[in-house]
């Protein structure tokens, strides 16, 4: 067999041991707050029928779902005349399963095909891989996972209470205090498009002044007379662009902005109660900011909106949400509302390397490796340990004999902390050597103190 | 657009909240087994490349593995003369990606890649599901995990031993105390081949002594003839058939029957030495048993050959594993041998429910609901939540204010030890009341004095 060269397929990645410790780091604080707070974990198959994937994402977002060939004789209904079709009319003949694209939307099949074993409501949690044919580039990747929670079957406030709650806890433990978490409401901005004389376009406006940030006002504005939004509409959201103050500042310009709007009060409403549950609940409105102009682009959202961005980054946003009123619609089962958010793991491990956050104290892996010179100090070193491995202390034994450099070296490169030397003395005298490989410290003692000594260190 | 009615692709499942308890249950156990003896987590991607995938698990194996159509005009490669070629020759022309078969080939890509990086000897575990386009039947899916710890880079039989010592630690957590580790090593097995008079041909030998268990001696006897093997040497092989006795006893009468074949003798010794490992580690051969014919029929191990089975199951064989000696000869890297080992997580699993011997108490999710009548005691719930999360309760609010029967329905379903009633009076007295849901036991209490006997629960 010809010898082959090993690549990885375009815009995949092998995660080492280093990058496993810190990204189990970070999605181990994420599932411990989702567990906090009561959501259950859900799985669901990588490969879904394309009928349940296809027409969920867009006409783009159909084109970047990985598309599984039928097993066997695939093209056994591929005629010639398909041939000339093109893909998109061959497709159905060659393929019947597509790569999971989001948690979102096997969520909604979930709860369709199970809405009678369920408890409502159902919050659930969901961490696994997603895969997206899209262009690789910096920061995108064509297989990345995706660490949802959603609750659904209520339209309580309190959920989004939790998600501000969840967020928060999250990226303190992360040690991130640098950031924010945007927060809107769409109906505040169905209530913009009214009063400025454009009811029922707020999803046009938003698409446009998702841009502000990037773009600016200006530029903003000329989209928005390309979209045929008129002057003096344009107009009338100045105050809005311009707006400055305290969370509740803005609520009450707004209480009067939009006092003709039903909906867009409603909206207001909604926000202030959050907040106001957010004080019960006994935290503050820090890194909590409500952002009029905050949309996300996507049109099902129905109530909050969500944005986390963290500050003097070169990727700032990293995760969102917001709610929706009909998760399982397209699956034929109506009135199921909800509320998600999705952290954007990928993101926060860079943002996290970005700014050295990631903790300096190996984060997982061998706490103590025993060292020898010969069989009698290996066959010593296998009693010692099974000591340390009953006194749940992660421990290794170098394998072979072999020069006591070579074994300290293999400690180093692995950030094993500890190690444990086995010469004649220590046998003679039923004792180890404990070097801390650290501090440099090494001393003569019981193993049963090592055991102390190396415990004591974990916990620090 | 027409309304769907969404189905899960064949041999593929969903896991709900109390499966996903019950798997982590397992892969936990396993996971802290893989660590505390010093394994390293690796993952590597869903998608390889089909020259990676192609031509490492034999032709049938090729036919089974998943793949995935390339993306945009996949067919503007084939001609009109390829359609009529069949599947196999159009293959190369629409596909270039499939899904991982196995985690040991690309383990075996990742350590050629990364040769010059990796710290040896290499300790590496690696749990992601794999997938296989089989036909699906009781006990076989598609899509299903695999959990693999592997050691490279070193021959110390140190290894063995510690394969030994993780599948003891991982199936008495499990709380399994009726099984066998069978044993072997392939050494014997050429040994057996060479004395009987058929040197070269262990493998056919073990293809057929590979179903002593199911069909009996006679019709392996039968199979042996129809292989060409003369009468006189599967005579020969009587004494090892009904060879009984202890591990030790076994390995006696083999360095009287093998003593003509050196490698048979190699082999006996590596046995022995592994058994002298497990005892000055200070562990008895309960449950080993060295199993002469075990074979597992996987002619690349060149060492040790292990296979868990429970007994008294309906499906016995769990997890298996052995010495190669050349993992990554196939991607041009000669002379990395190691040793590995696979718990089969998803039979496990049925073993545990058929044995009934999963924990009887909630594994995972909240331990105290809070339920109120009215807006007030909702706002006092959230203060009274907030104190629970920061004792690291796991606990949560019903959102809606509803029937108190109802808050009490969904805390039965979700299976929540605690509930916690919220009426006037307790709000006015600044108390919780407190009701075990298990015992039926109800009283009023402190906070302070409800958190603590969560707490003691929990750790109970």
Redesign the interface.
């Known amino acids: 067999?010809a010898?082959?060269?090993?690549?990885?397929?375009k815009g995949?990645?092998?995660?080492?041991?280093l990058q496993?410790?810190r990204r189990?780091y970070i999605f181990d604080i994420i599932k411990d707050t989702f567990?906090?707070?009561?959501y259950?974990?859900?799985?669901?198959?990588?490969?879904?029928?394309l009928?349940?994937l296809t027409?969920k994402y867009g006409d783009e977002g159909d084109?970047?779902i990985?598309?599984?060939?039928n097993?066997?004789?695939?093209?056994?209904d591929?005629?010639?005349a398909d041939?000339g079709a093109?893909?998109g009319a061959?497709?159905p003949k060659?393929?019947?399963?597509g790569?999971r694209y989001d948690l979102t939307v096997p969520f909604a099949?979930?709860v369709?095909?199970?809405r009678n074993?369920i408890?409502y409501?159902f919050?659930?949690f969901q961490i696994q891989?997603v895969?997206r044919?899209d262009r690789p580039q910096r920061g995108r990747y064509?297989?990345f996972y995706q660490c949802d929670a959603d609750?659904v079957g209520?339209d309580?406030l309190?959920?989004e209470?939790e998600i501000l709650l969840m967020i928060k806890r999250v990226f303190a433990h992360l040690g991130l205090d640098d950031y924010a978490i945007k927060l809107n409401n769409r109906k505040i901005l169905t209530g913009l498009a009214e009063v400025i004389g454009a009811a029922g376009r707020e999803a046009e406006l938003c698409v446009a002044i998702d841009k502000l940030d990037k773009i600016g006002w200006e530029k903003v504005q000329d989209e928005l007379i390309e979209r045929d939004f008129v002057q003096a509409a344009i107009d009338r959201l100045n105050p809005i662009i311009s707006l400055q103050g305290s969370n509740i500042e803005k609520l009450d310009f707004l209480s009067t902005f939009l006092a003709s709007s039903e909906v867009g009060l409603k909206g207001i409403a909604e926000l202030k109660e959050v907040f106001e549950?957010l004080t019960?609940?006994?935290?503050d409105e820090k890194f909590v900011d409500f952002d009029i102009v905050l949309a996300r682009g996507l049109s099902y959202y129905t109530g909050a909106i969500f944005e986390v961005k963290v500050n003097n980054v070169s990727i700032g946003s990293v995760s969102g949400g917001g709610r929706y009123d009909n998760l399982t619609g397209?699956?034929?089962l109506d009135g199921v509302s909800g509320v998600g958010f999705s952290f954007g793991v990928d993101r926060i491990y860079d943002v996290l390397e970005e700014l050295n956050l990631f903790p300096e104290k190996q984060l997982?892996?061998?706490k103590v490796l025993i060292t020898y010179f010969d069989d009698e100090g290996?066959?010593y070193g296998?009693?010692v340990?099974?000591q340390l491995?009953s006194s749940?202390?992660?421990?290794?034994?170098y394998?072979?004999t072999a020069k006591i450099k070579k074994q300290f070296t293999?400690a180093d490169?692995?950030q094993i902390p500890f190690v444990i030397i086995l010469g004649s003395e220590e046998i003679e005298q039923k004792q180890v050597s404990l070097k801390n490989l650290l501090t440099g410290d090494q001393k003569s003692c019981s193993l049963e103190d090592a055991i102390a000594e190396v415990k004591n260190s974990i916990i620090d």
């Open positions: 067999m010898i082959q060269k090993p690549t990885l397929p995949t990645r092998d995660f080492g041991p496993m410790a189990n567990k906090l707070f009561g259950q974990q859900l799985e669901t198959p990588s490969m879904e029928n009928s349940t027409g084109q970047l990985f598309k599984i060939l097993s066997g004789d695939y093209l056994k591929v005629s010639v041939l093109g893909a061959t497709l060659v393929s019947e399963k790569l099949r979930y369709v095909m199970n074993e408890t409501p919050k659930r891989p895969w044919a064509r297989e609750v209520t309580s309190v959920c209470l549950l019960k609940y006994g935290e397209v699956f034929g997982e892996g061998t290996r066959d296998l009693m340990l099974n491995r749940l202390i992660s421990a290794e034994l394998p072979d293999y490169k692995k």
